[in-house]
Each structure stands twice: as structure tokens, then as C-alpha cells.
């Protein structure tokens, strides 16, 4: 009966663990199926950071020939010169360097660029707007240059918002508008 034991466990395989290398595989294929994934979430945060920073500096354009529309109609509606009227005076506008406004404040007239650029808009926490003179600590952004060509009785309007992205990266937007002395 002895025999007969030591036989049967003889013939019993005893169980073994992974190798070293089978291990390095599994490793290596959960790391590869692991960083594809990380990558594309990465580019996508990226670029969807660029996007956003596009989308508000075309709406600050925007809001910077919709000022000027007002101006105009302002300016024509009080019996003054369109460009250069009582209400809001565009003349610094017509500049080679451009000129900068608060749309917030028509009250305050726009004023003449520095040969250096314009002055950096940052934005305001307590309006959740954009402007020229808050002062809590917002790093500063986007840059509003607003140049008017005056012709005879057309003015072709140029609005070109411009900031540094990720990377350092300059980034801008331009928009052009033709403006019309009507009436």
C-alpha cells in the first residue's frame, strides 16, 4: 500500500506562479492600453481650452463693433458727425495704433494706443465681465485693438483681439465690419 501512495503523488503536479517575463508582458500591454486613453483625454482638454479662450475673444470683438455701431448711431441720432459726434468720439479710433474702450461705460471715451499695443483687458469676478481697471489680482489676458479707416461716407471697421494660449503660444482673432454714414 506504500507503493501505492508514492505513486500517487508523484504524478501530482505541483502549481507555479508567473515568470518574470510573463509578468514584464502583462505590465507593459496594461501600461500600452492605459496610455493611449490618458493621451487623447490630454489633447482633448487642450484643445478644448483653446476653443474657449476663441469663442470669448470673438465675443469681445463682437462686443467691440456692436460699441461702435452705437457710437455711430448715437453720434447721427444727436445731429453730430457719425465718427466723431457729441455723444461718444471715435476719433482715437481713427489712429494707425487703434484705440481701446470699456463697452461697459459709454461715458468714458475710447482711448488712443500706446506704439507699444493696447492696454491688456483682465476679467472682473465680481461682473464676470472684461475691462480695463479691475484690480483683484486677475492675471491679465486678452488684448482689444479697435481701428477705424474713414472714407467719405464708409468706415471699414477693424476689431483684432489677441492673447497668449498654452505653450505661449500668440493666438488672435480679427473681425472687419464696413460702416456706413447713413441718413
Known amino acids: 500500500m506504500t507503493n501505492n501512495v508514492k505513486l500517487k503523488t508523484k504524478n501530482l503536479k505541483t502549481p507555479r506562479g508567473f515568470s518574470l517575463i510573463e509578468t514584464l508582458v502583462a505590465v507593459l500591454l496594461l501600461a500600452t492600453a492605459i496610455t493611449g486613453p490618458l493621451t487623447i483625454a490630454s489633447k482633448s482638454f487642450l484643445v478644448a481650452t483653446v476653443a474657449k479662450d476663441q469663442v470669448t475673444a470673438f465675443y469681445l470683438a463682437q462686443d467691440a463693433v456692436e460699441y461702435v455701431r452705437f457710437a455711430r448711431d448715437s453720434n447721427k441720432l444727436s445731429g453730430s458727425d457719425w465718427l466723431s459726434g457729441s455723444v461718444v468720439d471715435l476719433d482715437n479710433c481713427v489712429s494707425t495704433n487703434g484705440c481701446y474702450f470699456d ?81
Open 103 to 183: 463697452s461697459l461705460d459709454p461715458e468714458t471715451p475710447p482711448v488712443a494706443c500706446q506704439s507699444s499695443g493696447c492696454k491688456t483687458m483682465t476679467h472682473n469676478s465680481a461682473t464676470h465681465s472684461y475691462d480695463y481697471f479691475t484690480a483683484d489680482g486677475t492675471p491679465p489676458f486678452f488684448v482689444r485693438t479697435v481701428k477705424i479707416v474713414d472714407a467719405v461716407h464708409e468706415a471699414t471697421l477693424t476689431v483684432q483681439v489677441s492673447w497668449k494660449g498654452s505653450g505661449n503660444i500668440t493666438r488672435s482673432v480679427k473681425v472687419t465690419e464696413q460702416l456706413f454714414d447713413w441718413q
